[in-house]
């Protein structure tokens, strides 16, 4: 394998290598109309925008050849990857370390009593999400969320899943259904940036990366082709 490398130090021949499908989840912040006020706010389900997102996603893919797929454990990756892998009669296997980072709660999620207004508590998750992306883009790192899981923890172990994931479908395609963070930290060791989060990974964004052990190779970063509208933000 190694001298195969050597002789294709861009892996142009997918033979030597495995091609990582990396596609971020849908949109998964519900608006007035879809809240469940008693909901758990940390494992959301797709919002209207993502399922329809997920839609456009499998109409691009269903024709492809895909050999494996993999998700995150959490609702919103698993329900990305639904329509999708029904056409193509895959199951996914579930990853644990395909989670997103581990965060402290930095906006606290309202009790909105009986009757009130809704509305409130889908502006109170952009709110979240919005000091989420804010604080990762400007320093393009986790630490600076207090009593979270640390970059350096996050980014070992996305690559140690990923490169794993990769080594049993060499010469083959595999489909991962992961979040922004998780894309972005692998992304970022293919690179070799020092940085965890360095650029706005789009809701059900298609990123494609080679990779037989520790040599890969990006290829695609980001392609929302599938969709008219580029999509907000959602962790």
């Known amino acids: 394998m190694e001298s195969n490398v050597q002789q294709d130090p861009f892996l142009v021949h997918r033979q030597h290598a495995a091609e990582l499908f990396l596609i971020?989840?849908?949109?998964?912040?519900?608006?007035?109309?879809?809240?469940?006020?008693?909901?758990v706010y940390d494992n959301l389900p797709l919002s209207k925008i993502g399922r329809q997102q997920a839609q456009a996603l499998a109409a691009r893919l269903k024709n492809g050849h895909f050999d494996a797929a993999y998700s995150s454990p959490l609702r919103r990756c698993q329900e990305t990857g639904a329509p999708l892998l029904a056409e193509l009669g895959l199951q996914a296997t579930i990853v644990e370390q395909l989670k997103e980072i581990r965060l402290d709660d930095l906006v606290p999620i309202p009790e909105i009593p009986e009757g009130a207004d809704l509305a409130m508590l889908t502006q109170a998750l952009h709110e979240r999400q919005d000091k989420i992306v804010r604080i990762a883009g400007s320093s393009g790192n986790w630490d600076a969320f207090a009593h979270s899981e640390s970059s350096k923890a996050f980014r070992q172990r996305v690559v140690q899943a990923l490169?794993?994931?990769?080594?049993?479908?060499?010469?083959?395609?595999?489909?991962?259904?992961?979040?922004g963070g998780v894309i972005n930290a692998y992304v970022a060791e293919v690179l070799g940036l020092e940085k965890e989060f360095f650029f706005p990974c789009a809701n059900t964004s298609l990123t494609l990366v080679r990779a037989p052990g520790d040599t890969r190779m990006l290829y695609i970063l980001n392609d929302i082709a599938h969709l008219s509208i580029p999509s907000a933000q959602n962790s």
């Open 24 to 39: 971020r989840h849908g949109d998964a912040i519900p608006e007035a109309d879809e809240i469940i006020p008693s909901g």
């Open 163 to 179: 490169d794993e994931i990769a080594s049993r479908h060499l010469g083959q395609r595999a489909l991962i259904f992961a979040h």
